[in-house]
């Protein structure tokens, strides 16, 4: 057997199992020269017993008007859309921490020892003497 037959054996083989598995066979869309999966493989993102996917799609969206139009998640201001104090917004080179008492303002020159967070030795706090917010959305 060559070694073309070989990989497509193997790649059949795999799909097969996968398909068999999970009961589910993803769909590929075609972007340029790749492609993405048309959606999340349902119940295979878990954390603690808990669906990820699941919980994402249905968490609440912050928003003055839904109309209706896709929400991006590649964008800087995402996170103000999904959480209601929209903590950790990364606006290049800022990292704006938003919370009850205010907003502070970072500007990260190194990491934290285990390399997951970045840190500053000077941030400013944005906020006003007895400021307490609720939610960040409300009007």
Request: proline content about 9%; aromatic content about 10%.
């Amino acid at each position: 057997m060559n070694c073309v037959m070989k990989k497509a054996l193997r790649t059949t083989f795999a799909v097969l199992i996968l398909t068999t598995h999970f009961g589910v066979t993803q769909e590929a869309v075609k972007v340029g020269k790749g492609s993405y999966a048309a959606f999340p493989p349902p119940g295979m993102v878990k954390d603690k017993g808990v669906d990820k996917i699941a919980e994402f799609e249905n968490a609440p969206v912050y928003l003055v008007k839904n109309d209706g139009r896709p929400i991006p998640s590649n964008q800087w201001f995402v996170r103000l859309l999904n959480d209601p104090f929209g903590r950790a917004i990364w606006a290049y080179p800022w990292r704006l921490d938003t919370g009850d008492t205010g907003v502070e303002v970072n500007y990260p020159k190194r990491w934290e020892p285990s390399g997951s967070d970045p840190m500053t030795d000077s941030p400013l706090l944005l906020g006003g003497e007895d400021f307490q917010a609720v939610d960040a959305h409300r009007r």
